[in-house]
T-cell receptor, first 113, second 112 residues
Framework: DTGVSQDPRHKITKRGQNVTFRCDPI?????LYWYRQTLGQGPEFLTY????????KSRLLSDRFSAERPKGSFSTLEIQRTEQGDSAMYLC???????????FGSGTRLTVV | GEDVEQSLFLSVREGDSSVINCTYT??????LYWYKQEPGAGLQLLTY?????DMKQDQRLTVLLNKKDKHLSLRIADTQTGDSAIYFC????????????FGRGTSLIVHP
């Protein structure tokens, strides 16, 4: 399968716990994006990487959020001290360049209880 | 900043045509996208159109672009129950990064 893979598909955590999500992009894509989607809303941009460099972060990405893309391959998104407002679908996408061809993964649904 | 607007719901009968509308704000957008999201799934790129085009047709899909009014539409001919999904319009962000910015999505419901 050469699509974008995200793991886990679902995560339930207690408020205050830390969670980490993983995204494996399409191997030849050098750009990787993280989005957050809440019910009834479109995806909201969080951050993106070009290879291993994190080039842009949204103001939505509070200091409890951190993302990495070591070696320019897979990426992880960590949320520390989760809050109920963090409950959402976290989507990862990759693209070969900045024009088109964005491919999304199926997302990780986070529920904070 | 960018702001993509869409109507939230559209209900059609199977076999009819569906037209989903979108307005965008950045007149310098070089291309615009339509994505489809089925329940519990990620987004699937349906089609895109370059800003130097007025229309693009791809099988049952027709995209119309009115740059003067910053209006984009997606027409689905012979709509099927399998077309029921949320449809998102997106434009690349300004400033050089070209990150897709999405509207809230239009929920298309197809009745048999």
């Amino acid at each position: 399968d050469t699509g974008v893979s995200q793991d886990p598909r679902h995560k339930i955590t207690k408020r205050g716990q830390n969670v980490t999500f993983r995204c494996d992009p399409i191997s030849e894509h050098n750009r990787l994006y993280w989005y957050r989607q809440t019910l009834g809303q479109g995806p909201e941009f969080l951050t993106y990487f070009q290879n291993e460099a994190q080039l842009e972060k949204s103001r939505l990405l509070s200091d409890r959020f951190s993302a990495e893309r070591p070696k320019g391959s897979f990426s992880t998104l960590e949320i520390q001290r989760t809050e109920q407002g963090d409950s959402a679908m976290y989507l990862c996408a990759s693209s070969p360049d900045r024009t088109y061809g964005y491919t999304f993964g199926s997302g990780t649904r986070l529920t904070v209880v | 900043g960018e702001d993509v607007e869409q109507s939230l719901f559209l209900s059609v009968r199977e076999g009819d045509s569906s037209v989903i509308n979108c307005t965008y704000t950045d007149s310098s957008s070089t291309y615009l996208y339509w994505y489809k999201q089925e329940p519990g799934a990620g987004l699937q790129l349906l089609t895109y159109i370059f800003s130097n085009m007025d229309m693009k047709q791809d099988q049952r899909l027709t995209v119309l672009l009115n740059k003067k009014d910053k209006h984009l539409s997606l027409r689905i001919a012979d709509t099927q129950t399998g077309d029921s999904a949320i449809y998102f319009c997106a434009e690349p962000s300004a400033g050089g990064s070209y990150i897709p910015t999405f509207g809230r999505g239009t929920s298309l419901i197809v009745h048999p």
